[in-house]
Structures are given as C-alpha cells and as structure tokens.
C-alpha cells in the first residue's frame, strides 16, 4: 500500500521558514521522481518543485525560485522542501506526489501571516 505522509506545515511569518517533509512507503521510493504541488484558497493546484529520482535533477516553478530548495534522502525514503523568505502568497496545501501510480499525499497547511 503506497502512503505519502507530509509534515512541517504550520503558521510562519513572513521572511521566515519552514521545513516540509513527505515519508514514503509501499513503493522502491528510490526509483521514482517526487514533486511537491500546492493549492492555495480559491487557486488551481500547481508544481511547486520536482527532483528526479537521484536527486540530481531539480526543477522549480518561477514564484519560489531562489527561495525553496527540493531535496530528497533515498535511505529515509523522504523527500523534503525547504522554504525560506516566506511570502503571504505562499500560503496553501502543500501536497507531496510520487511517479509512482501518480500517487499522493493527504497535504499539510502553510499559511504565513503575521
């Protein structure tokens, strides 16, 4: 059964940071590509970044780029998103997302307000 469990969600102010996780489980973690999608109030759901299954591969979308990092530890069998300098629009559901069977996450809430 393939799960795709986020964490490190919450409130953050703006300029600040947090740090997601997604742990995966039920697939060979390491032979897929993982994507971090959000879908904020009122919004369509969007890439936020990708990285390939090694990890040396590393896209993002245009509004986090310099400020969010995607990375990825094939012993934990988890894939992370750094995001720092924080903006109000950065608020949404941050869902984490598998090539495997197009799988994904339960999400978890980032909201920045101050």
């Known amino acids: 059964q393939v799960q795709l469990v986020e964490s490190g969600g919450g409130l953050a102010q703006p300029g600040g940071s947090l740090r997601l996780s997604c742990a995966a489980s039920g697939f060979m973690f390491w032979r897929y590509a993982m994507s971090w999608y959000r879908r904020a109030p009122g919004k369509e759901r969007e890439l936020v970044a990708g990285i390939s299954s090694t990890g040396d591969i590393t896209n993002y979308a245009d509004s986090v780029k310099g400020r969010f990092t995607i990375s990825r530890d094939n012993t934990k069998n988890t894939v992370y998103l750094q995001m720092n300098s924080l903006k109000p629009e950065d608020t949404a559901v941050y869902y984490c997302?598998?090539?495997?069977?197009?799988?994904w996450g339960q999400g978890t809430q980032v909201t920045v307000s101050s």
């Open positions: 997302w598998s090539l495997y069977r197009d799988s």
